[in-house]
């Protein structure tokens, strides 16, 4: 993609009414924009890293044997009042149309899911079943001032398992931790797995937490150990219950949990199979949160600097950035912007992602600090110094590493980069 | 995918509460699922469908220089009181934050698109430009009784242009017409091009009516010379006002509307640009909506038979519906259900996208009612009869055209059907 053919908007400040850093950073390298408080428009650069988080959540839901549907966001009050939720669920979106009927809009979907999963579920030769989709989400959220890291419109995936018994929603519980392990490592993500609150129906819950300041949850880990557990539930918070060493206060910011929900939105909807025996019992559930435009904002707040943002591989917008510099020599400029063209063809006829920046009114000092600032994986400079060798310089964005590479040896490296990240 | 493994569940009668023919066989065939009037579920086949819509008319999109973009459902209210629409626009659903903001939900983008635009368009060297999204709308409707044709919620495409002047807007309006009429034809649904109110800024805007009697527009058709007029605008409903030959009555579902906006949005939002000669001058806008959600319903309307659902090719939620029936003799079943896997396993092995009914507990009659309801292209049977020559019978659910085929023979003329459709 060209750059002059882009819609493109960077600022060289902050934001003025954005506290924190992820949408701070994200607003002015021109990912997102800012609506209005805690609701955010997708721009083209922001969307693409949207959509590339979104492929890997679905990758590993469909290997877990989940089911992809799409359930709407008007939800009926009958619903939530079935569950005893419709006054009780703080951040509920209350609508009412012009014709009577009330609606929720969707913060969550066990209300939705679990009479949906009527349809599918008669005996014991029903289950196990896993549903999920992923959507947009509404929180009425008392004060939105963390970025992407709580918004009132939010995308979302969500897992719901169906089960038989206990003992089988405990094994497919480990599996989707597991699976959502996998997702944080390719998303580059580091996460610590703590221990939360299970609600009245289960000990506990497991949420992923990314360990950083820009976090609004507490949570209490042992480095001796490994045993972490969210603030909300510990009991003691200077000893370590498994094995007395003392506990460290970190924040987090959790971009995931499961929870095993066992019998606690089955019963309202009355959701029963018949056993081998033909006996009428009640099915076991469990639900998996991963919020899709939560981790878009953990991404930004572990993986920046003082200059901007560095994507990992996996999620990036564009894998490239090349950076066409000119010199103000008409001619050694003219050697330039055919080379580059030449670069950028190459590169897309081996099915290469590159952002090239011709732009030919944007200085070249401009076009570095917005290359950093966007924070592609590698920036490739077509440059005055370099022209009469033919030679482009290659510069990993995250760990500074430099090259000076022929077109031929840039095609056999990026190619061979390809492969590994397969 | 083997049916046993996927969540399917048809219904042999029509649902009780659904007057749509397009709902009632989706629902039959467990495509949708009806949560509350106006207001559906899409279920794993009836997501297929919609995200294989979706894909294609987001590939002419991107062909008509369209950068993809993902706005907010959540609206200012003070955006649509910039338009003075927040009082006029019937459709609109109000939402109110416990914590004071109001929000109309997004039932379409220009309150949003147009200050959007503003952080791309400075001077005329940023024009053109084209913005796009595929998202999920609402509309607070009085009486969704249509299906799929006319929900609460929907899915729908809207794209938006911004130009220096008309000449150059009216240009991309053609080129979207083109676009739109090559979306209609790989989603092999006939489409009208009919023309009907401009607003009070454009003498008309187009429609795009798939005639059928579901339809709730009215348009009048002049067989002649082509001239087509939605009821809403025509001034002599007997005479064609170009060839003067009679005009014809018909009933249509709207599935795309193209509009000129001009200034009607740039100017209430101050959208401006300095031209050549440094001068502002009010960016000129066009809109294109195209209802993803409502297409996926007008196919069913316009493509069933009296025993169900007829998918085009291009949007089928699998290609092939592969049937193992079976005899009732043990034998003879085992070398059925072994052949059976081996042609679907081939079918995967060669990319194939197969739907496998291999369910024991199926009788064979209700697997062939069943198959006809789906409306997967290509139906493959493998049977008692032909069981012994190890061959394969295919069946065109549009045409009816049988075939019997080595697997061989269906493996090369699968492949040849499949670079037919690049």
């Given at each position: 993609?060209?750059?002059?053919?882009?819609?493109?908007?960077?600022?060289?400040?902050?934001?003025?009414?954005?506290?924190?850093?992820?949408?701070?950073?994200?607003?002015?390298?021109?990912?997102?924009?800012?609506?209005?408080?805690?609701?955010?428009?997708?721009?083209?650069?922001?969307?693409?890293?949207?959509?590339?988080?979104?492929?890997?959540?679905?990758?590993?839901?469909?290997?877990?044997?989940?089911?992809?549907?799409?359930?709407?966001?008007?939800?009926?009050?009958?619903?939530?009042?079935?569950?005893?939720?419709?006054?009780?669920?703080?951040?509920?979106?209350?609508?009412?149309?012009?014709?009577?009927?009330?609606?929720?809009?969707?913060?969550?979907?066990?209300?939705?899911?679990?009479?949906?999963?009527?349809?599918?579920?008669?005996?014991?030769?029903?289950?196990?079943?896993?549903?999920?989709?992923?959507?947009?989400?509404?929180?009425?959220?008392?004060?939105?001032?963390?970025?992407?890291?709580?918004?009132?419109?939010?995308?979302?995936?969500?897992?719901?398992?169906?089960?038989?018994?206990?003992?089988?929603?405990?094994?497919?519980?480990?599996?989707?931790?597991?699976?959502?392990?996998?997702?944080?490592?390719?998303?580059?993500?580091?996460?610590l797995?703590v221990e939360a609150?299970?609600?009245?129906?289960?000990?506990?819950?497991?949420e992923?937490q990314v360990i950083?300041?820009?976090g609004?949850d507490t949570i209490y880990h042992?480095?001796?150990?490994?045993?972490s557990q969210n603030e909300e539930?510990i009991?003691?918070s200077?000893?370590?219950?498994?094995?007395?060493?003392?506990l460290v206060k970190m924040k987090g910011i959790e971009?995931?949990?499961?929870?095993?929900?066992?019998?606690?939105?089955?019963?309202?909807?009355?959701?029963?199979?018949?056993?081998?025996?033909?006996?009428?019992?009640?099915?076991?559930?469990?639900?998996?949160?991963?919020?899709?435009?939560?981790?878009?904002?953990?991404?930004?707040?572990?993986?920046?600097?003082?200059?901007?943002?560095?994507?990992?591989?996996?999620?990036?917008?564009?894998?490239?950035?090349?950076?066409?510099?000119?010199?103000?020599?008409?001619?050694?400029?003219?050697?330039?912007?055919?080379?580059?063209?030449?670069?950028?063809?190459?590169?897309?006829?081996?099915?290469?992602?590159?952002?090239?920046?011709?732009?030919?009114?944007?200085?070249?000092?401009?076009?570095?600090?917005?290359?950093?600032?966007?924070?592609?994986?590698?920036?490739?400079?077509?440059?005055?110094?370099?022209?009469?060798?033919?030679?482009?310089?290659?510069?990993?964005?995250?760990?500074?590493?430099?090259?000076?590479?022929?077109?031929?040896?840039?095609?056999?490296?990026?190619?061979?980069?390809?492969?590994?990240?397969?």
């Amino acid at each position: 993609m060209k750059l002059s053919q882009f819609p493109l908007h960077t600022q060289k400040k902050a934001p003025k009414d954005e506290s924190s850093l992820n949408a701070s950073l994200l607003i002015r390298a021109g990912f997102i924009e800012k609506l209005t408080a805690g609701v955010y428009n997708f721009l083209p650069l922001g969307l693409r890293v949207l959509k590339n988080i979104e492929a890997i959540v679905r990758q590993e839901m469909n290997e877990l044997g989940g089911q992809e549907i799409l359930m709407a966001a008007l939800q009926p009050k009958q619903n939530w009042e079935a569950t005893k939720r419709w006054q009780t669920f703080n951040a509920l979106f209350k609508v009412k149309s012009q014709y009577e009927a009330w609606y929720a809009l969707g913060p969550t979907h066990e209300e939705i899911v679990t009479p949906l999963a009527k349809k599918y579920i008669f005996s014991y030769k029903d289950l196990p079943l896993a549903l999920y989709q992923i959507q947009t989400k509404f929180r009425d959220e008392p004060r939105p001032k963390s970025g992407l890291l709580r918004t009132r419109e939010f995308v979302m995936k969500d897992l719901y398992s169906f089960h038989q018994e206990e003992a089988d929603l405990d094994n497919y519980y480990e599996k989707v931790k597991e699976g959502y392990l996998k997702i944080y490592e390719k998303l580059e993500l580091p996460v610590l797995l703590v221990e939360a609150s299970g609600g009245t129906f289960s000990k506990y819950s497991h949420e992923f937490q990314v360990i950083t300041e820009a976090g609004e949850d507490t949570i209490y880990h042992c480095s001796n150990c490994g045993f972490s557990q969210n603030e909300e539930i510990i009991e003691d918070s200077k000893k370590c219950p498994r094995c007395h060493h003392s506990l460290v206060k970190m924040k987090g910011i959790e971009v995931g949990n499961i929870f095993k929900l066992k019998d606690k939105y089955s019963r309202p909807f009355n959701l029963t199979f018949l056993d081998q025996a033909g006996k009428s019992k009640i099915v076991m559930m469990g639900c998996y949160g991963l919020g899709i435009s939560r981790v878009l904002g953990s991404l930004v707040e572990v993986s920046h600097d003082e200059r901007g943002i560095i994507w990992p591989k996996a999620v990036a917008p564009f894998q490239y950035h090349l950076v066409s510099l000119l010199s103000g020599n008409s001619k050694e400029d003219k050697l330039i912007k055919r080379f580059s063209e030449e670069v950028y063809q190459k590169l897309l006829k081996t099915q290469l992602d590159v952002l090239f920046d011709e732009r030919l009114e944007i200085s070249n000092g401009e076009k570095l600090v917005e290359a950093d600032l966007l924070g592609l994986p590698q920036r490739l400079v077509i440059s005055p110094k370099l022209i009469n060798t033919k030679k482009i310089e290659i510069k990993n964005r995250k760990t500074g590493e430099l090259k000076i590479l022929s077109l031929q040896q840039l095609i056999n490296y990026s190619q061979h980069e390809k492969h590994l990240s397969k």
